[in-house]
Structure formats: C-alpha cells, structure tokens
C-alpha cells in the first residue's frame, strides 16, 4: 500500500488543461511528490537511507525529478528500460522545491528571452540546475498538448536536495508495475494514477 492519494486517471482527465505549460502534481501546504527512476542499487540505498548516495549515485551526473507521474511513467516505460527498473516517489519541501526551480537555467535558448543566446550560454555554464519543458503522454505513451516540466540537479545544489530539501522517499514500483498491467490488458479505465493538480508557479521559471 503505497501513501500517495490516488484516484481513476479517467477521473482526473477532465479536470486536468489539455494544453500549455503547467507544472502538475501531488502537494499540500508543505510538501510535494516528484519522481525518479533507477536502477535497484540506487534505489535500495536510497529507500534506506532516506537520502541518495552509495557507490553507484553519481553527484557529477545530472540527476532528473519530475512532478507529473504519467511524465515519469512515459520516461522510464513504467520501470521497463534499463536503469530506471524501480520508481520513487520523493516527497520534499515546498521551499526546496521553489529553491530548485529559482535556480533553473533551460536546456535549450529561446529566442524569446529577454537575454541574449551569449548570456544564456554563460548561465548554462555556471547553473547547476536545468529546467526544460517537454510535451506530456498519457497512459499509451501517446504525446498530447499540454507541457510537463522535469529539472536536472547536479554538484551541491544536489546535494542539498539530497540532505535537506528531502523529507521523504518511497518505493512505488509495485503500485507501477500493477497499473501497467492493467493497461496491457487495456483496462485504461481502471488504471489508478496519484491525485495531480496545477502547482500555480509556471510563469516563475526561467524562460
């Protein structure tokens, strides 16, 4: 029994927007869920410890979280591809979380910015945070309108998401593993997925 709140992903589709970028997910006044993918190694040591690190987790590495579960579930292939077998459900604060955030720098330059492409590049360089913004999937893994954000985390502002920002971490790979099959046996409308909502902080990240 996993502690997230869930709810039927047909339900939760009418009250999602079916297009722009919006950061959605599980949150309350204090907390909110993002998820990781990885190998059992990393995962175990994690579960553990509460925290990440071992010999296997690399602090160099550009590290993902994702807020949006079928974001997630899209990118690990709900824990089929390799190194992204077991899935964690991270509950961390709030004020980490916006911290991330007000540190993210876009992988890709939009010519829309009000900085240069130079300045954006220097950003690039000396920002240990990245943000992007990619089209979301649904259940089937079919992309739709609405945008999904990830940020990657590397050097110490991963470490203090580690240390500090994390209040929790749990295995959810039983409770993906049990929705996939449901939706191999195209059972999509009893396919059970965590309650999301719009987290109201979109038009604060970093263009």
Same mark, same amino acid.
């Given at each position: 029994? *996993?502690?997230?709140?869930?709810?039927?992903?047909?339900?939760?589709?009418?009250?999602?927007?079916?297009?722009?970028?919006?950061?959605?997910?599980?949150?309350?006044?204090?907390?909110?869920?993002?998820?990781?993918?990885?190998?059992?190694?990393?995962?175990?040591?994690?579960?553990?410890?509460?925290?990440?690190?071992?010999?296997?987790?690399?602090?160099?590495?550009?590290?993902?979280?994702?807020?949006?579960?079928?974001?997630?579930?899209?990118?690990?292939?709900?824990?089929?591809?390799?190194?992204?077998?077991?899935?964690?459900?991270?509950?961390?604060?709030?004020?980490?979380?916006?911290?991330?955030?007000?540190?993210?720098?876009?992988?890709?330059?939009?010519?829309?910015?009000?900085?240069?492409?130079?300045?954006?590049?220097?950003?690039?360089?000396?920002?240990?945070?990245?943000?992007?913004?990619?089209?979301?999937?649904?259940?089937?893994?079919?992309?739709?309108?609405?945008?999904?954000?990830?940020?990657?985390?590397?050097?110490?502002?991963?470490?203090?998401?580690?240390?500090?920002?994390?209040?929790?971490?749990?295995? *959810?790979?039983?409770?993906?593993?049990?929705?996939?099959?449901?939706?191999?046996?195209?059972?999509?409308?009893?396919?059970?997925?965590?309650?999301?909502?719009?987290?109201?902080?979109?038009?604060?990240?970093?263009?």
């Amino acid at each position: 029994m *996993i502690t997230l709140e869930t709810e039927l992903y047909i339900s939760q589709l009418q009250r999602w927007p079916k297009e722009g970028r919006h950061i959605m997910g599980q949150f309350d006044d204090n907390s909110i869920i993002v998820y990781q993918a990885y190998n059992p190694s990393i995962a175990n040591y994690a579960v553990k410890h509460q925290k990440f690190g071992g010999q296997d987790f690399s602090w160099t590495r550009m590290s993902w979280i994702k807020p949006n579960f079928t974001w997630m579930m899209y990118r690990s292939g709900w824990a089929t591809k390799n190194n992204q077998e077991r899935i964690l459900a991270i509950k961390l604060s709030r004020q980490g979380f916006e911290e991330i955030i007000s540190k993210a720098v876009p992988t890709n330059f939009n010519s829309f910015s009000p900085i240069s492409r130079e300045e954006w590049q220097e950003k690039l360089k000396s920002s240990e945070v990245r943000v992007q913004w990619d089209p979301d999937h649904n259940l089937l893994g079919k992309k739709i309108q609405r945008r999904a954000i990830q940020l990657g985390m590397k050097g110490d502002i991963l470490k203090k998401y580690s240390d500090e920002y994390i209040i929790s971490i749990e295995d *959810i790979t039983e409770f993906v593993n049990e929705q996939y099959e449901l939706i191999k046996m195209n059972k999509l409308d009893q396919v059970m997925t965590p309650v999301e909502q719009i987290y109201d902080l979109a038009d604060k990240v970093y263009e």
